[in-house]
């Protein structure tokens, strides 16, 4: 009982989530840049339940409107966290190394919109063959799977380890480091 007590004391102390909410919203602006990019992540979501039976300009629309939101919005969106948000998650981690598991899923989202760009450039030339339009909803489905995970792990773990540990000093700092507007 006492040893238990004892470990007790040497951890940080936390407040009751609940409470963690209202204490500190200094992240407010990347969560609400989540939201939006999730918008944009169901919306690919739902090209990969009917791709298989719009008519063809109608897919080659919803292909040039993700490449559009993957090259312009999410990966500059990762880039942002890999320049400012990473590593300071790794340093407060104490290992530079430690936030290498979701630059990894980067990679993959990265890798995903490219082969969605292939796909997007042979449509068109004409409507896809059947195994490309299998294809297509794999890669689509698979964003989407991705994407969603990496953001709950982010909000869920990053977000609330810098808004327990950094000043609000630090936040401004990152968020120039991220281009990011200080929301606060
Ligand atoms: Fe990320
Ligand atoms: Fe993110």
Same mark, same amino acid.
């Given at each position: ?8 004391? +040497? ?12 204490? +500190? !919203?200094?992240?407010?602006? /990347?969560?609400? &840049?989540?939201? =939006?990019?999730?918008? !944009?992540? &169901? ?12 008519? %063809? ?24 966290? &890999? ?15 430690? =936030? ?14 490219? $082969? /969605?760009?292939?796909? *997007? ?5 004409? %409507? /896809?063959?059947?195994?490309?339009? *299998? ?8 964003? !989407? ?31 120039? $480091?991220?281009?990011?507007? +200080?929301?606060?």
């Amino acid at each position: 009982m006492m040893d238990r007590l004892a470990a007790g004391r +040497n951890r940080p102390v936390r407040p009751p989530s609940s409470l963690a909410g209202i204490m +500190n !919203h200094a992240l407010q602006p /990347l969560r609400e &840049e989540h939201t =939006t990019l999730l918008t !944009h992540i &169901e919306d690919i979501r739902a090209m990969a339940d009917v791709a298989a039976e719009i008519s %063809p300009p109608l897919l080659r629309q919803g292909l040039d409107d993700a490449c559009r939101f993957l090259r312009g919005q999410l990966v500059p969106h990762m880039r942002a966290e &890999e320049r400012g948000l990473y590593p300071r998650v790794g340093r407060l981690l104490g290992a530079s190394g430690a =936030t290498d598991p979701m630059r990894m899923d980067h990679g993959a989202v990265q890798r995903y919109a490219e $082969d /969605l760009g292939v796909l *997007k450039d042979r449509a068109l030339m004409g %409507p /896809l063959r059947k195994e490309e339009l *299998k294809t297509l909803r794999r890669i689509l489905y698979g964003l !989407h799977a991705l994407v969603t995970l990496h953001f709950t792990k982010e909000d869920a773990l990053y977000f609330s380890l810098l808004e327990e540990r950094l000043s609000p000093a630090e936040v401004t700092d990152m968020f120039r $480091d991220m281009d990011i507007p +200080n929301g606060g």
